[in-house]
Nanobody
Framework: QVQLVESGGGLVQAGGSLRLSCAASRRLFSINAMGWYRQAPGNQRELVAT???????NYADSVKGRFTISRDNAKNTVYLQMNSLKPEDTAVYYC?????????WGQGTQVTVSS
């Protein structure tokens, strides 16, 4: 099992930046993949970005070139740097871990982008 705790959400104006953090309760190298998802009101949860144990990353087309996922193995933490934020990025952002065939979720952190 793994517990995930997100932080770093908040209110920002369009064009601004935020960095989300996801602290894991176990070493990152033991987790197959980690990612960020988001869910806006009335919408399904959607993939934002993933990073696998080997370091490869993947992004949704809507955030490519603006968001960057990274990890700090020493801190067991995954980050999502979000730049050039748009109002349509407003959502609850969730951290996800894929471990031994199971998926684990954090509690979510709200990101609100004002126009």
């Amino acid at each position: 099992q793994v517990q995930l705790v997100e932080s770093g959400g908040g209110l920002v104006q369009a064009g601004g930046s935020l960095r989300l953090s996801c602290a894991a309760s176990r070493r990152l190298f033991s987790i197959n993949a980690m990612g960020w998802y988001r869910q806006a009101p009335g919408n399904q949860r959607e993939l934002v970005a993933t990073i696998i144990s080997g370091g490869s990353t993947n992004y949704a087309d809507s955030v490519k070139g603006r968001f960057t996922i990274s990890r700090d193995n020493a801190k067991n933490t995954v980050y999502l740097q979000m730049n050039s934020l748009k109002p349509e990025d407003t959502a609850v952002y969730y951290c996800n871990a894929h471990l031994l065939g199971s998926y684990y979720w954090g509690q979510g952190t709200q990101v609100t982008v004002s126009s």
